[in-house]
T-cell receptor
C-alpha cells in the first residue's frame, strides 16, 4: 500500500474557526484527492490535484480550498467551518490518473460544533 | 461520465457466493470498470478492474458481458470479514470528468 497518512485523525472544532487537514504521501504519486463521506451520501469528491500547484474542484467544493506546494503534501482548508462540514474526510493518491488504482488514507473524523 | 446503478444493500450467509451487479448503460468505448471495497472506519481499497469478459484475482471475479452495459462482482465463499461497502466506478477521467464513487452496495454477511 502507498504510504498515506492523514493528520489529525480526529478533530473537534467550533463553527466559524478555520481548519486545515493534511495528507502526506511517500509514494511520489502525482495525483491526490480529498473526499468526504457522510451517511446516505457515499464518498464525494471535494478537490483534487494533478501535480504541484495544480488543483481543481470536485462535486462538493464550496467552503473548501486546497493547496499543494510539494508532491507529498495536499492540504484541505475549511476557511470558516460550519456544522454541515462535520464528516469523515479521506485523502487518496494515484500514480497515473484516470482509471488507475487510488490508494486511500485512514481518514480524518471532523466534528464542527 | 458513465452513471452507475447498484443495489443499496445485500445480505448473504457465510460460505455463499455473492454477486453484486452494477448497471452502466452509457459506458463509453474507452471506459474501464473498477470496484472498490470499504470496511467500516477505513478508506476504500481497490479490488478489481476490467474492460471486458472476465477478470479474476485472489479476492474476486469480475464478469462483463459483451455489451458492457453492466458488470457483476463475484465474491466466492464469503466470510463475515467480507461485510463492507462495495463501489462500482466506470470511466474515471481526470480533468475531464468528476470522479464519482456514489453510495455503493452495503453487503452484510450473516453467520
Amino acid at each position: 500500500d502507498a504510504g498515506i497518512t492523514q493528520s489529525p485523525r480526529h478533530k473537534v472544532t467550533e463553527t466559524g474557526t478555520p481548519v486545515t487537514l493534511r495528507c502526506h504521501q511517500t509514494e511520489n504519486h502525482r495525483y491526490m484527492y480529498w473526499y468526504r463521506q457522510d451517511p446516505g451520501h457515499g464518498l464525494r469528491l471535494i478537490h483534487y490535484s494533478y501535480g504541484v500547484k495544480d488543483t481543481d474542484k470536485g462535486e462538493v467544493s464550496d467552503g473548501y480550498s486546497v493547496s499543494r506546494s510539494k508532491t507529498e503534501d495536499f492540504l484541505l482548508t475549511l476557511e470558516s467551518a460550519t456544522s454541515s462540514q462535520t464528516s469523515v474526510y479521506f485523502c487518496a493518491t494515484q500514480d497515473r490518473g484516470g482509471d488507475n488504482e487510488q490508494f486511500f488514507g485512514p481518514g480524518t473524523r471532523l466534528t464542527v460544533l | 461520465l458513465a452513471k452507475t446503478t447498484q443495489p443499496i444493500s445485500m445480505d448473504s450467509y457465510e460460505g455463499q457466493e455473492v454477486n453484486i451487479t452494477c448497471s452502466h448503460n452509457n459506458i463509453a468505448t474507452n471506459d474501464y470498470i473498477t470496484w472498490y471495497q470499504q470496511f467500516p472506519s477505513q478508506g476504500p481499497r481497490f479490488i478489481i478492474q476490467g474492460y471486458k469478459t472476465k477478470v479474476t484475482n485472489e479476492v474476486a471475479s469480475l464478469f462483463i458481458p459483451a455489451d458492457r452495459k453492466s458488470s457483476t462482482l463475484s465474491l466466492p465463499r464469503v466470510s463475515l470479514s467480507d461485510t463492507a461497502v462495495y463501489y462500482c466506478l466506470v470511466g474515471v477521467r481526470f480533468r475531464d470528468d468528476k470522479i464519482i464513487f456514489g453510495k455503493g452496495t452495503r453487503l452484510h454477511i450473516l453467520p
